[in-house]
């Protein structure tokens, strides 16, 4: 089923072009001094970004304050690369988060849109405040390059956010975010029924081994076929 590792064993091919660094990200990010809760995860992210072909879309569901989208978007600077990002508590007044701290939805898309004017990425990502399924049925057909899934985190939640997978072209990716159960249980379903799926690469949590972020490829197409 792939490879096991860390964050920092993520692919990170050598990009050419103008771009951010992670370094210069995180600084963005987490201005000292701040301290950082998930560089690694982050790290990872950003990796995957370089992977793809460019130009790129990728599709993020869950946003929040727009962390993993600006790093993604980041690491495709200059490349006239395009990120969509979903999530329908950008259309909430205010939504109550796992940290037990109510945040305003208007904040966290004011949030996003200033670390994307400070790393001189606007333009690059548009917000849609929807649920993922929602927006699949008006899906225009576009492949996709990376899916990023971290949204609800509920079995049936992720079920739906991976029928997004659907439109991943051959050889693109899918990275999912805490990838533990019952996160994993779903996204596995979904790979059991479909045979052109592979996990390629887990990421665990150094500090306690738990299964983080997960990527999986689909099957390139064959020639002849």
């Avoid at 899906?139 to 992720?158: K, M, N, Q, T």
Wanted: hydrophobic share 40%; proline share 7%; net charge negative.
């Amino acid at each position: 089923l792939g490879m096991a590792g860390t964050y920092m064993e993520a692919p990170c091919p050598n990009p050419s072009g103008f771009f951010m660094t992670f370094d210069e990200v995180l600084c963005v990010l987490f201005p000292p001094p701040s301290e950082v809760e998930r560089p690694d995860y982050l790290q990872c992210l950003y990796n995957y970004a370089t992977m793809l072909p460019k130009p790129a879309l990728i599709v993020e569901i869950g946003c929040f304050r727009g962390y993993s989208t600006v790093t993604m978007a980041a690491a495709l600077q200059g490349t006239g690369s395009q990120i969509i990002t979903i999530d329908p508590l950008f259309g909430q007044r205010a939504y109550l988060c796992p940290d037990g701290n109510f945040y305003a939805a208007a904040e966290s898309m004011l949030f996003l849109h200033m670390l994307l004017a400070r790393c001189g990425l606007d333009g690059m990502v548009s917000c849609i405040p929807d649920f993922s399924w929602n927006v699949l049925k008006r899906w225009d057909g576009r492949a996709i390059d990376l899916l990023f899934i971290d949204g609800e985190h509920s079995y049936e939640a992720v079920g739906k956010d991976c029928q997004w997978m659907q439109y991943v072209r051959p050889g693109g990716y899918c990275a999912i975010d805490d990838y533990i159960a019952p996160v994993s249980e779903a996204a596995e379903k979904y790979v059991d029924a479909h045979s052109d799926w592979r996990i390629l690469h887990r990421s665990t949590d150094p500090t306690d081994g738990e299964m983080v972020v997960t990527l999986l490829q689909k099957e390139k197409v064959r020639d002849g076929l």
